[in-house]
């Protein structure tokens, strides 16, 4: 378990440190990743998903965030799309999830 919240602690300081936008927000999801994912278990986003939208059950904003944030994570692992106008504001989502 210590080394989990070590590893989350790396990535959101990664994040910040990030010069480039894209790389903060990939920063970010891999911090949510690594608190969702169990060890020796593989990516599941459907369980990244759940498991980190369960800990907002009552915050239905912060669920909808991820929700956004999911989509822009897809768009740029699989096409290599984000948008740079929206960027201060996808990862202040993050930010705020974290």
Known sequence: ARYIVTDAFLRYSE????VEARLAFLSFWQMLESLAIQDGEG??????????SALFSKKELLRDLL???????????HRGIFVDD????????????A
């Open 15 to 18: 994040a910040l440190d990030a």
């Open 67 to 77: 929700m956004t944030c999911y989509d822009t994570r897809n768009a740029l692992v």
């Open 86 to 97: 929206f960027a201060d504001e996808e990862i202040g989502h993050l930010k705020s999830i």
């Open 43 to 52: 990516i599941n986003m459907k369980t990244v998903m759940n498991r980190i």
